[in-house]
């Protein structure tokens, strides 16, 4: 059974509303890149061009030009002779992404306390309250995508370019390995309460409790998730 969603499917493209915003090459490595995240696609999987061209009802070429999207992302990797394919991150990867996060955010979040008043902390509330609706419908794919807006939005209020611009560049990757977490925590409660802990340290503006706050939520379960990987 196809992996992807016949032609004309709403949820594939709604490509009426849409393809006046981006490329046709975009809107797909943007579909593809939701469904890897969401499950729908395995990592290691082939991701065929025939297929994907008469899933979406377009040329190759588009396809390709999606696909190379995501290889720049580093999402999927193309094989000489052998096709393309959705990325496989080993061990080493996930610690490399781990370290670079938590040495860019801790930093970027002490960055930003002088920085955060009251109209960011009602946007961080905004974000809470999200997250706190998709912990009790139980939508992990959500959750995940909460916590990429909550990291960022907070980033951004650094005022350092450089780190902003490094850290927009490595989301993809960071969001493919929350892919894994879900099955470290408790429940999507927990996974929410996380965050608001994190969001109270911010609010002390206290530099030393927001950086140790920081490396505490980010390296617990992604430590976690390279021991058990190591174990298999």
Do not use: C
């Not at 593809?32 to 899933?55: D, H, P, S, Y």
């Not at 096709?83 to 040495?103: K, N, P, Q, S, W």
């Not at 996974?191 to 206290?206: G, I, N, Q, S, W």
Request: proline content about 2%; glycine content about 4%.
């Amino acid at each position: 059974m196809s992996i992807f969603l016949e032609k004309g499917s709403q949820t594939a493209m709604e490509e009426d509303r849409m393809i006046v915003q981006k490329p046709l090459s975009e809107l797909i490595a943007e579909e593809l890149r939701q469904r890897i995240w969401n499950k729908q696609v395995q990592f290691g999987e082939r991701l065929l061009e025939t297929e994907l061209a008469e899933m979406f009802d377009v040329s190759r070429s588009t396809i390709r030009e999606a696909l190379k999207i995501l290889e720049q992302e580093q999402l999927v990797i193309s094989k000489a002779r052998k096709g393309t394919y959705v990325t496989e991150f080993t061990d080493e990867d996930l610690a490399e992404i781990i370290e670079l996060r938590t040495l860019m955010e801790a930093h970027a979040f002490q960055d930003a306390l002088p920085e955060l008043g009251r109209e960011h902390f009602a946007k961080l509330s905004e974000i809470l309250d999200e997250m706190k609706t998709a912990a009790g419908k139980g939508k992990w794919g959500d959750l995940f995508d909460l916590d990429m807006k909550l990291h960022g939005y907070i980033v951004n209020q650094s005022g350092n370019s450089r780190i902003i611009r490094i850290y927009e560049s490595i989301q993809v990757q960071i969001r493919a390995y929350l892919v894994h977490l879900d099955q470290y925590y408790s429940s999507p409660h927990s996974f929410y309460a996380e965050h608001r802990e994190l969001v109270d340290a911010l609010k002390t503006k206290d530099p030393q409790k927001v950086n140790r706050s920081v490396r505490d939520h980010i390296s617990y379960v992604e430590e976690k998730l390279l021991q058990t990987k190591q174990k298999q």
